[in-house]
C-alpha cells in the first residue's frame, strides 16, 4: 500500500467500523491509548472513543463526522500504532519518519463468535493472498502471498496451530494477551501469533520468542522492527537455564522445541500459572537413552525403533499427567497428518486450578521400574 494519511483510511473504513486501536504515543501530553467502538444512541450511528490516561479511561460519544475531524486534529500522526477492524477486514498501520501511515498487515475479519466454532473453513486463518508481509521476509511466502512450495508444510503446520489457538478463544473476550515461545527458532509461527492476536483479534499483544541461536533470534528482532511489530520480541537465550521473562504470562507455545527444551517451556508454565499452553513436542531423547526392561512393557523394548516410539509416548503421556497433577485440563490431539509431520502430537491445556498428586506417584513408579528420568517430572517434585 501506499503510504496515506490515517484519517483518511479511518474515514473511508468508517461506514463498517468495528473497531480502531491508537496506541504508542510519540509524545508524552498525548493519551496513553484510544480505542474507538460503534454505538447506537437513541437509533443513531456513534462512535464511543475511550481515552486511557494513567490508570483511568475517559469516554467520549462522537458522530462519525466528529470522529474524523478529532482524528485528524488530534490523533493522526501522533501514534506510531494504528488498527482499523471493519466488518470485511482488519488492517495494522505503522507510523512512518515522514508522518504518514503504511499498512504494515491486513487481514480478512475474523466471523463474528456466533459463525465461528470448530468446523470452519480449512486454512481460513491464515490464508494465502493475506497481507502478511513478515512471511515474505520469512520465506513461506513469495512477494505475491502465494505460498513458497518448499515451505508447504511449514505454512500448514502453523496454520494448523493457530487454528487450534482460535478454537480456544472463540469466544474470549480478553483484550490483552502475553505469550512466550520456547525455542521459536526461524519464528514463524511468533510471527503468525502476533499477526493473529495483534491483527485478527485487535488484541494488545506482547510476544517472546526464545532461541539459542544468536543469529536466528537477530533477524527475526530486524523483520518484527521492519513492521513496527512493537509488541513482538525476540531473545537470544538458554530455556533449561536463563532467567525469563518475570511478569505475568498468559500462554506458552512450543512447536518442535528440542527433547528437553518442551519440559522447561511447560515447567515455566505451571510455575508462571500460564492459563494456555500449546506444545508440539520433538526429539523426545530422554527416556529412550536410559529406558532399560523392568517389568510388563518389556516387549516393547527388544527393538530399537519400538524402544525409540514408546520412549517419545512415554515423555508426553508423563508431561500430560505431571501437568494434570498441577491443575492442568490436558488434551493430546493430533497436531498435524503424518504426511505434513512424522512430529504431530499436540499438549494442549488448560489452567484449572485443582491439583493432586496421583499423575506423578504413577510416572515415578514406572521411572524406578524401567530405570529412566524425566525431566518434567524431576522440575515438579
Ligand atoms: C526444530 S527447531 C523449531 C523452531 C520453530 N519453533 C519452528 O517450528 O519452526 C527447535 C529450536 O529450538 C531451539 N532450542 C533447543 N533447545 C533450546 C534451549 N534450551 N533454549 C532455547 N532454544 C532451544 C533450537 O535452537 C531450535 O531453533
Known amino acids: 500500500m501506499t503510504e496515506r494519511s490515517l484519517t483518511l483510511e479511518l474515514e473511508s473504513a468508517l461506514e463498517s467500523l468495528s473497531k480502531a486501536v491508537f496506541s504508542q504515543p510519540i509524545d508524552r501530553t498525548a493519551d496513553a491509548k484510544i480505542s474507538v467502538r460503534p454505538l447506537l444512541l437513541r437509533g443513531e450511528r456513534m462512535y464511543q472513543a475511550e481515552m486511557c490516561r494513567g490508570a483511568q479511561a ?9 470522529l474524523v475531524r478529532r482524528c485528524r486534529e488530534d490523533w493522526d500522526g501522533r501514534y506510531r500504532q494504528a488498527l482499523l477492524v471493519t466488518e470485511e477486514q482488519s488492517a495494522q498501520y505503522s507510523l512512518k519518519t515522514n508522518g504518514r501511515y503504511k499498512k504494515t498487515a491486513s487481514a480478512a475479519a475474523l466471523p463474528r463468535p456466533a459463525a465461528a466454532g470448530h468446523n470452519r473453513e480449512k486454512g481460513y486463518i491464515l490464508r494465502e493472498g493475506e497481507n502478511i508481509p ?24 502453523i496454520n494448523r496451530f493457530v487454528e487450534l489457538i ?17 525455542g521459536c527458532g526461524k519464528s514463524y509461527l511468533t510471527f503468525i501469533l502476533y499477526y493473529y ?8 499483544v506482547t510476544i517472546i520468542g ?5 543469529d536466528v533470534v537477530e533477524r527475526c528482532g530486524q523483520i518484527a522492527e521492519k513492521y513496527g511489530y512493537t509488541g513482538l520480541r525476540f531473545v537470544h537465550a538458554d530455556v533449561s537455564r536463563d532467567v525469563l521473562y518475570q511478569e505475568k504470562v498468559d500462554m506458552i507455545v512450543t512447536l518442535h522445541a528440542c527433547d528437553t527444551a518442551t519440559d522447561y517451556a511447560l515447567h515455566y508454565a505451571i510455575e508462571k500459572g500460564a ?3 500449546f506444545s508440539v513436542p520433538c526429539c523426545q531423547h530422554e527416556i529412550n537413552r536410559d529406558i532399560r526392561k523392568g517389568g510388563d512393557l518389556d516387549i516393547l523394548l527388544e527393538h530399537g525403533l519400538l524402544k525409540e516410539r514408546l520412549s517419545a509416548l512415554l515423555t508426553d503421556a508423563i508431561r500430560g499427567k505431571v501437568l494434570e497433577d498441577m491443575g492442568y485440563k490436558v488434551d493430546m490431539i493430533e497436531f498435524t497428518d503424518f504426511d505434513h509431520s512424522p512430529k504431530n502430537l499436540m499438549i494442549r491445556a488448560r489452567r484449572r486450578g485443582r491439583k493432586g498428586t496421583k499423575g506423578r506417584e504413577e510416572a515415578r513408579r514406572l521411572a524406578e521400574a524401567y530405570g529412566f528420568r524425566q525431566t518434567l517430572l524431576e522440575l515438579c517434585p
Open 210 to 214: 526464545y532461541d539459542l541461536k544468536a
Open 275 to 277: 492459563d494456555y499452553i
Open 166 to 182: 482460535d478454537q480456544a478463544f472463540a469466544d474470549s473476550e480478553k483484550k490483552a494477551i502475553t505469550i512466550l515461545d520456547f
Open 134 to 157: 513478515a512471511l515474505v521476509d520469512l520465506g513461506v511466502f513469495t512477494p505475491e502471498f502465494k505460498v513458497v512450495k518448499a515451505r508447504y508444510d511449514k505454512y500448514k503446520q
Open 58 to 66: 475517559f469516554h467520549e460519544n462522537l458522530s462519525g463526522e466528529a
Open 197 to 204: 492476536f495483534a491483527v485478527k483479534r485487535g488484541m494488545d
